[in-house]
């Protein structure tokens, strides 16, 4: 490009401060972000921007940070309405007694699509741009995602019992394959399989589950090592942990994402690094179920990669990644009993970039680099409860919260404006969430 070329593009961001996360540990100042399209075409400083291109709209935002968007790693979407509606117990009574008859009672396709829309709602209002869910019907949450514009992996689920979904894990792996072939290829949905847990699944489903992953290239997540009583119960039936059957199993690899692992020894540890397998830390659903700790300083510093999500807002309850961000740098640091334990930076790059590299999308999403996909969020800072401010990461980490989200892209089509969503009609979709809430609350009095 010479001295008097000017480039035209579609949108320009000015930004106070912007945080890349590649490279990593760095806080920007007065940077802007040029949008071609569907990805990034520059960033560079606002100065450089006013020499170099000429864009149709520009976003001017003072006093915001403007940084990738947040991938949630890990929820049950449409578990949004059954937010708040058996609190304070213990997982397995949790499921048992609560969750899995409501599920039983009211799970169907528009409960699932309404219920998938909610929780985009609340997840894009406060962030997120990519998430991860596993949950029933997933092709009416697939299609959900897509209509709203929003990047999904969606896990199919697979258990050996039968569900709403379908009659056992036969059924569960023929629709899954097919929804695999529905998707392949897709820019937004990012088909994948869902095998429940090791003990709702037995070994020929889990041998069928790889196969198809090696078919296809599909991801695998997996909720592993949740509680002390599942590797105990794993111990007692199979003698070895459940780690250890899945990698005798195939399981393990650098396309299965283990979701909690909140119960690790040493040998654990190993497994996971020797794979490459990743990890996703639900901080705030493991201790609201009494469920355990993950160390996730001693993960990353094994090399394992770390990425994190929010669980269903049923045990969490919400879906605001930054929260869950804040929760698992101050228990990091518990954990490892060193404050220095998962700095700010790391937090980020955890709901970042290392979500997209356990999706295996690092080279488009993640970070705020020429070249990648535009999934871009801005965090206005000018608020007093935020002030004053002296490291942006800091804030972003410790003393923000969702809600001071305020604009969104995907692909480059903005999602939220002013801290308003653009593409999803709140006063409809609070007209169904209320029409199940009074379904639920009429079945709890029965």
Request: charged share 20%; proline share 5%; net charge negative.
């Amino acid at each position: 490009m010479t001295a008097d070329t000017i480039t035209a593009a579609d949108i320009r961001i000015n930004a106070r401060w912007l945080i890349p996360i590649e490279p990593s540990g760095v806080v920007l100042e007065h940077q802007a972000v040029i949008i071609q399209g569907t990805r990034i075409a520059a960033v560079l400083s606002v100065a450089d921007a006013d020499r170099k291109f000429r864009t149709r709209e520009t976003i001017d935002l003072p006093h915001h940070v403007v940084m990738p968007g947040l991938i949630n790693m890990h929820g049950h979407a449409a578990m949004a309405l059954f937010r708040g509606m058996a609190d304070d117990l213990p997982l397995m009574t949790w499921l048992n007694d609560h969750i899995w008859p409501a599920e039983g009672r009211f799970i169907s396709e528009q409960f699932i699509a309404d219920g998938t829309q909610l929780a985009m709602a609340e997840m894009l209002r406060t962030g997120t741009t990519t998430f991860s869910d596993m949950y029933f019907f997933p092709e009416i949450a697939a299609q959900a995602a897509h209509d709203c514009g929003m990047r999904a992996q969606i896990c199919f689920p697979l258990l050996d019992f039968p569900t709403a979904w379908g009659s056992g894990p036969e059924e569960y792996l023929n629709k899954g394959e097919a929804l695999i072939g529905a998707w392949r290829g897709n820019d937004y949905i990012m088909p994948a399989i869902g095998p429940h847990a090791p003990y709702t699944v037995s070994d020929g489903p889990l041998s069928e589950a790889v196969a198809l992953s090696e078919r296809t290239g599909a991801r695998i997540q997996i909720h592993l090592h949740e509680t002390e009583f599942e590797v105990a119960e794993a111990l007692d039936k199979q003698g070895q942990r459940p780690a250890e059957r899945l990698a005798r199993l195939g399981v393990l690899g650098a396309r299965t994402q283990c979701v909690h692992m909140t119960q690790i020894s040493d040998s654990d540890i190993a497994l996971l690094a020797d794979t490459g397998t990743h990890v996703i830390h639900c901080p705030e659903s493991n201790l609201k179920l009494a469920s355990g700790l993950c160390p996730a300083h001693k993960l990353m510093e094994h090399g394992i990669n770390l990425a994190i999500g929010t669980d269903g807002a049923a045990s969490n309850n919400d879906l605001d990644l930054f929260g869950e961000i804040r929760t698992a740098a101050m228990v990091a640091k518990v954990v490892a009993n060193d404050a220095a334990a998962l700095s700010a930076h790391e937090a980020l790059k955890m709901a970042t970039l290392n979500g997209a590299q356990a999706l295996g999308r690092d080279n488009e999403l993640g970070s705020l680099v020429a070249g990648k996909l535009a999934d871009i969020i801005a965090v206005d800072l000018g608020d007093p409860f935020i002030q004053p401010v002296y490291d942006p990461a800091s804030h972003l980490v410790y003393s923000n919260h969702g809600r001071a989200v305020t604009h969104s892209w995907i692909n480059g089509v903005p999602q939220v404006q002013d801290g308003k969503l653009t593409r999803i009609d709140v006063p409809d979709l609070m007209l169904r969430v209320e029409g199940w809430a009074r379904q639920i609350r009429q079945q709890q009095a029965d």
